[in-house]
Structure formats: structure tokens, C-alpha cells
């Protein structure tokens, strides 16, 4: 069982910044980050390939930056510009070779 630790996020006014970064105890074809606001479903925010492909939502494009650090299998996501709808549990998302894991998730909350 792969085990992921995250770190970053918490309370921010709205055009802030915040990093958020994920550690996998194993290596991972893909990671990234989902996030789910109160009555929604989780959704993809960012993910990036071992080969260094990156998918982004819409909604974060030009705001958002994931990067990854292969030979440590960390994943970071670096957020600017941060609005209320940014306002969510992120959590980490690890896929490799049909295990997909979770990590428990970080609150990310902005104020208006």
C-alpha cells in the first residue's frame, strides 16, 4: 500500500498564494491533485506524468502549477491568484499501474 503525505494548504485572502506538496512512498506513473468543495463531487484539479505531461481544470489553467520531483516522488502544486470557489479539501492522488491511491486530504480555504 502506497502511503502519501501532504503537506501545505490552509486559510488564504483571495488573490494569495499557497503550495501544497505530496510525498509518495512509492514511484508513480502519474500524480496530482483533486479537490472537493462541501455537497460536490471530487474533481481533478492538476496531474503530471512521469514523463512530465501536465493536465490541468480548466478553471485553474494560468493560476495553478504542478511540478514533480521524480527521484524523491513528490508532487507539488503551486496556486496563485486564489479565489472563494478555490475553497476546498484538496487531496493527492497517486496512479501506477492500475493502484490508484489517496492521501487524506488538506483544506484550502479563501476569503473574500
Known amino acids: 500500500q502506497v502511503r502519501l503525505v501532504e503537506s501545505g494548504g490552509g486559510l488564504v485572502q483571495a488573490g494569495g498564494s499557497l503550495r501544497l506538496s505530496c510525498a509518495a512512498s512509492g514511484v508513480a506513473f502519474i500524480m496530482g491533485w483533486y479537490r472537493q468543495a462541501p455537497g460536490k463531487q471530487r474533481d481533478l484539479v492538476a496531474t503530471i506524468t512521469v514523463h512530465g505531461t501536465t493536465d490541468y481544470a480548466n478553471s485553474v489553467k494560468g493560476r495553478f502549477t504542478i511540478s514533480r520531483d521524480g527521484p524523491k516522488n513528490t508532487v507539488v502544486l503551486q496556486m496563485s491568484s486564489l479565489q472563494p470557489e478555490d475553497t476546498a479539501v484538496y487531496y493527492c492522488?497517486?496512479?501506477?499501474?492500475?493502484?490508484?491511491?489517496w492521501g487524506q486530504g488538506t483544506q484550502v480555504t479563501v476569503s473574500s
Open positions: 492522488y497517486f496512479y501506477n499501474l492500475g493502484q490508484t491511491s
